[in-house]
């Protein structure tokens, strides 16, 4: 059965204090790893695709990572507008269907 | 370009009641998917469709139907509401395997 797990469920930084999330998969023929960020309230938003191992995406203050089994989300020296839910998905079962982790909660402190 | 839209952006409902979610995208996208968030549960797929007049359950189906008469439009129908469907939905649309997301509506069944 396809899975995606994240770790941990809930993460506190202070402000400029550099992390990362950890994303696991099992899932089949790996046709791509996304992340989205959460805000509380509003509807997820896309932030990368990852397609292969050893493959990296940057945006401003995120970098995400992927390896035959896992991807991560760096937070370089992370701001508290940058406090959210990240959520990790994969595409599973067909008709671009994606299975998601249940997420990580950030909170990052001034 | 507007995206996905979702309303009502929140409802209560009594047991027994019916209504319809309304999910509307301007993006030309094929397909689309409703999705139920419960805290700490992360994203389950209830219904989604792969284009005008075709549609199929997902992960969570049981209690909801919908219909797909026009690219745009994708609406969730709740029959005899029960206090189990308390939750937050959302409504995505996507191409290839990239989803978007609405902003959500919040059901609370009492």
């Known amino acids: 059965e396809d899975q995606v797990t994240q770790s941990p469920e809930a993460l506190r930084l202070q402000e400029g204090e550099s992390s990362s999330l950890n994303c696991s998969y099992t899932v089949s023929g790996l046709r791509g790893l996304f992340w989205y960020r959460q805000d509380p309230g509003k509807g997820p938003e896309f932030l990368f695709t990852l397609y292969s191992a050893g493959e990296e995406k940057e945006k401003e203050r995120l970098k995400a990572t992927l390896t035959k089994k896992e991807s991560f989300l760096h937070i370089t020296a992370p701001k508290p507008e940058d406090s959210a839910t990240y959520l990790c998905?994969?595409?599973?079962?067909?008709?671009?269907?994606?299975?998601f982790g249940a997420g990580t909660r950030l909170a990052v402190h001034p | 370009n507007a995206g996905v839209t979702q309303t009502p952006k929140f409802r209560i409902l009594k047991i027994g009641q019916s209504m319809t979610l309304q999910c509307t995208q301007d993006m030309n996208h094929n397909y689309m998917y409703w999705y139920r968030q419960d805290p700490g549960m992360g994203l389950k797929l209830i219904y989604y469709?792969?284009?005008?007049?075709?549609?199929d359950k997902g992960e969570v189906p049981n209690g909801y139907n919908v219909s797909r008469s026009t690219t745009e439009d994708f609406p969730l129908r709740l029959e005899l509401a029960a206090p189990s469907q308390t939750s937050v939905y959302f409504c995505?649309?996507?191409?290839?395997?990239?989803?978007?997301f609405g902003p959500g509506t919040r059901l609370l069944v009492l």
């Open positions: 998905a994969a595409p599973s079962g067909g008709y671009n269907k994606l299975i």
């Open positions: 995505a649309s996507g191409v290839e395997e990239t989803q978007y």
């Open positions: 469709s792969v284009g005008a007049g075709i549609t």
